[in-house]
Structures are given as C-alpha cells and as structure tokens.
C-alpha cells in the first residue's frame, strides 16, 4: 500500500511524538499502532510496521543513554545474551500456540506493577541495594521477559522498568536506560522474524522511523537532565493507558 504524501508527513509526527514517549517509559505503541490500523493497514502488516518504526526510536534512546554513561555493558551483557536466546524462543513458540489466555492474565499483572508504584511513593526514586545479584537476575529475567517480548509483548518495557528497579535496586532513570537496551535486543528479533515474511510496509515504517529517531533522542534526553522524578508520574501514565487497553481489548 502508498500513501498521499501528507500521510508520510503526518506518520512521520506520529512517530515523533510515540518516540519521546517511549523513550521516557515506554507505551509508544498505544500511540503508533492505531494510527497505522486506521490508515487500513492489515493487522500482521501493521503490527510488523510498528515494530521496525519502534526500533528505531529504541535505537535511538539507547544511543543516547549508552553515550551519557547510564549503561554499563559490562554489567549487563548476560542480560542482552539472555534477552536475544528468550526473543527468539518466543517468537518460535508463537506460531504454535494461542495467546487467548495471556491476553487475559497480562493486564492483572500492569495492575499489581500500577499499584505497587502507587503505594510505594519512594520506589524508584534513587538507587538501592540490589535484592539479587546482578548477572543472575540478568539471566533469569533476560530469558523470561525476552521470550515475553518475543512470545506477546505490551507491557514488556513496564515490566523490565519495574525488575531492574525492585531487584537491581535501581532507580527509574537508570531502569529506564536499560530497558531500552533490552527492547532494542528483542525487537531486533521481531522485526527479522516480521520482515522475513514479508509483513512490513517500509514507507510507513521508514516514515514514523525517521520521527522515532528524533524522538527517542529528545525524550532520553530529557530524562538524563531531570531524572528519576520525572519519569515516575510518566512511567504511571503510561502502565495506565497499556492497562485499560489491554483490558478493553480483551473483554470487550
């Protein structure tokens, strides 16, 4: 499918605005993706659209914090192994299995993370001891919420952000640093297994991309300036809006 050219323009807005949004805490999905459903995209091509034009605002913020030191590779580099052996697991295990059942259960899950933030004021807000050392919860969680990512995914980026804060003891700034990295690795994977067969619209993709790009550099940015304060009101915007999506998608 082509576009008028005033839809690559309005795409490329889109993916500016979904960019600075993800790269803060995640959820540039519930913007980017209806809005490439309502273009009358099919739903593999739209889903294997999004992904691509996710990536590279991923790509993006991940630049950005691995520049400005909020990333040691060192440190995680057990976590991104784990992360890419759990994606492709996922992915394989997707085209046998269905997610009617997942579906349901994730939403309750975003709602113990929402109100677990809630209740919990301080979490977040500066560093902690790590309640599990570090490569063995780079192992576990790399496998399990890589294979998440690659098996469903809405959430994933809520669900690393909330794993590295309570056993790594992070705060949401540095938790939102490395859960770009992790994203990048698992959608990396997606958007391989997607473009293989053929269920991504490049102009599109390479449209919102370009926006992303911009976005995701501008949104990491603000969050190396202003911290872990600032991403907390917004990381809960954002569980809130997956949420009562997901909810509405499910039992509707």
């Given at each position: 499918m082509h576009f008028a050219p005033w839809i690559y323009a309005l795409l490329?807005?889109?993916?500016?605005?979904?960019?600075?949004?993800?790269s803060i805490a995640g959820g540039g999905g519930l913007i980017a993706l209806p809005v490439l459903l309502s273009l009358g995209l099919p739903v593999p091509v739209a889903l294997g659209t999004n992904k691509l034009q996710s990536m590279c605002g991923v790509a993006s913020a991940a630049w950005t914090y691995a520049r400005r030191g909020m990333v040691d590779f060192r440190a995680g580099r057990l976590g991104i192994a784990a992360t890419l052996v759990g994606a492709v697991a996922g992915v394989l295990t997707v085209q046998h299995t269905d997610t009617h059942l997942l579906s349901r259960l994730i939403p309750w899950l975003l709602l113990l993370i929402l109100l677990y933030t809630l209740f919990r004021p301080a979490v977040g807000e500066q560093d902690q001891p790590p309640r599990m050392r570090a490569d063995v919860f780079f192992v576990v969680f790399g496998l399990v919420l890589g294979f998440y990512d690659g098996f469903f995914g809405p959430g994933a980026g809520s669900?690393?952000?909330?794993?590295?804060?309570?056993?790594?003891?992070q705060n949401f700034a540095k938790a939102t640093a490395y859960t770009k990295i992790m994203n990048l690795v698992s959608n990396t994977v997606a958007v391989v297994l997607f473009g293989v067969v053929g269920l991504i619209n490049y102009p599109a993709a390479i449209a919102m991309g370009a926006g992303q790009i911009i976005g995701g550099r501008l949104g990491s940015g603000l969050v190396v300036k202003r911290g872990a304060r600032f991403v907390r009101p917004i990381f809960l915007v954002v569980v809130s809006l997956t949420l009562v999506r997901l909810l509405w998608l499910s039992y509707r």
């Open positions: 490329f807005l889109c993916g500016l605005v979904a960019g600075v949004a993800d669900f690393w952000a909330i794993s590295l804060i309570i056993g790594l003891g």
